[in-house]
T-cell receptor
């Protein structure tokens, strides 16, 4: 079965500094990876996904993620953090469900705090 | 295009009661998935529906059930509520759920509190 791991429960970064939220994956076959963000009392918002192609994926709100096959990682990055980026971030991998269908497996989440 | 909507946003129930949550997917989306989010367990997959049929199911007891209507709207039901069922229940929709290019889009969730 596919899985993702987010090794950090919380990441603190100063506003204006670059941020990285880590995710590693374990899959059999091709990995299909996603990042979502959750603001307080809200559902998850889609940020970006890796299906195939370029290892650097650009997404919403200035976020990007780097797919690294040799390190089985899919870290989320942003060159300059904003206080408004403070939220809970989830990495997810698509796993096979019933025949020809998929389901998502989520990591445990990383809380990002951007300090003014 | 309107996003995924869930009703109600908040619910308070007591142990032993049952509850029904509703989800309306993005227009044109036919796959609807449900997740339970708790601080201890994170996001856990409950089930997925497509064309009024349950296609995938997570590891939850039979007290958790769902259905999908012909307009793709979905409901989930939890019977004989337990304290541990207190959680944020999230609904997500995608076009078909069986394409590698599909992306799930989430609703705001229903916060269920069981007393």
């Amino acid at each position: 079965a596919q899985s993702v791991a987010q090794p950090e429960d919380q990441v603190n970064v100063a506003e204006g500094n670059p941020l990285t939220v880590k995710c590693t994956y374990s899959v059999s076959g091709n990995p299909y990876l996603f990042w979502y963000v959750q603001y307080p009392n809200r559902g998850l918002q889609f940020l970006l996904k890796y299906i195939t192609g370029d290892n650097l994926v650009k997404g919403s709100y200035g976020f990007e993620a780097e797919f690294n096959k040799s390190q089985t990682s899919f870290h989320l990055k942003k060159p300059s953090a904003l206080v408004s980026d403070s939220a809970l971030y989830f990495c997810a991998v698509r796993d096979e469900g019933g025949p020809g269908t998929y389901k998502y497996i989520f990591g445990t989440g990383t809380r990002l705090k951007v300090l003014a | 295009k309107a996003g995924v909507t869930q009703t109600p946003r908040y619910l308070i129930k007591t142990r032993g009661q049952q509850v029904t949550l509703s989800c309306s997917p993005i227009s044109g989306h036919r796959s609807v998935s449900w997740y339970q989010q708790t601080p201890g367990q994170g996001l856990q997959f409950l089930f997925e529906y497509f064309s009024e049929t349950q296609r995938n199911k997570g590891n939850f007891p039979g007290r958790f059930s769902g259905r999908q209507f012909s307009n793709s709207r979905s409901e989930m039901n939890v019977s004989t509520l337990e304290l541990g069922d207190s959680a944020l229940y999230l609904c997500a929709s995608s076009l078909r759920g069986d394409s590698i290019t599909d992306t799930q889009y989430f609703g705001p969730g229903t916060r269920l509190t069981v007393l």
